[in-house]
């Protein structure tokens, strides 16, 4: 049996919660639209860069917001360039990932990143190697919208109750439990347990170790 699992990128593979927090702040700036609070940007984590700026600016234009996606994209590209970007695997992600890798599951990714952020950030860890279905915002309506996860399984050849994402947002959730794939939820991202299982989560787990024993269902 061919089993795929599919991760969300921040905030479960990868803590890049200070650049996304400090990039958001300085485009908003540069749109002349007030500072979001950071707790909503967190909150608002793994959702495509449009459909967040309508939570975080309800109220700006979408000239406005069109400005705020923009320079949002430019100073990422900086610090991505410059070398002074920052996204750090959890610890324990990159040799679990390799795990499953070795043990045969296939692996891939759903996320709000673009196609560009996404391959920089698996390539600058050595694990790019390891996914074979990438699946981003660039092509894709948001998340909780099936249409990433739907993708996945198809370009893995998997069905869905062969399948599991793991994702630390209510989005992830949603979106799993709309493409009929088992989620398990992670506490170390940006949204609560208690959110995680009341959108759909089978679990929860606290550690690498948990979430190892929860995918392969010793646990």
């Given at each position: 049996m061919t089993r795929l699992v599919v991760f969300d990128c921040d905030g479960t593979l990868v803590d890049g919660q200070a650049a996304i927090c400090d990039t958001m702040e300085q485009?908003?700036?540069m749109a002349g639209l007030p500072t979001p609070d950071?707790?909503?940007v967190r909150r608002m984590v793994g959702l495509s860069l449009p459909y967040a700026l309508r939570e975080l600016a309800?109220?700006?234009s979408d000239e406005e917001r069109t400005r705020v996606?923009?320079?949002y994209k430019d100073g990422y590209r900086s610090l991505r360039v410059s070398g002074a970007l920052q996204e750090?695997?959890?610890e324990g992600i990159g040799e679990l990932v390799a795990r499953l890798d070795a043990a045969g599951w296939l692996l891939g990714v759903a996320t709000g990143k673009s196609d560009r952020g996404l391959n920089a950030c698996l390539e600058?860890?050595?694990i790019r190697q390891l996914f074979v279905t990438l699946q981003t915002a660039d092509r894709h309506?948001?998340?909780p919208h099936p249409s990433m996860l739907e993708t996945a399984l198809?370009?893995?050849g998997v069905e869905p109750q062969d399948a599991i994402m793991i994702g630390d947002t209510s989005f992830d959730m949603e979106m799993a439990v709309a493409a009929g794939v088992r989620a398990i939820g992670v506490s170390w991202g940006y949204h609560e347990a208690h959110e995680l299982m009341a959108t759909g989560a089978s679990c929860v787990a606290d550690t690498i170790e948990q979430l190892e024993a929860f995918i392969l269902g010793t646990e």
């Open positions: 485009a908003f700036a950071r707790h909503a309800p109220h700006a996606v923009e320079a750090p695997l959890y600058s860890h050595g309506p948001s998340k198809a370009e893995a």
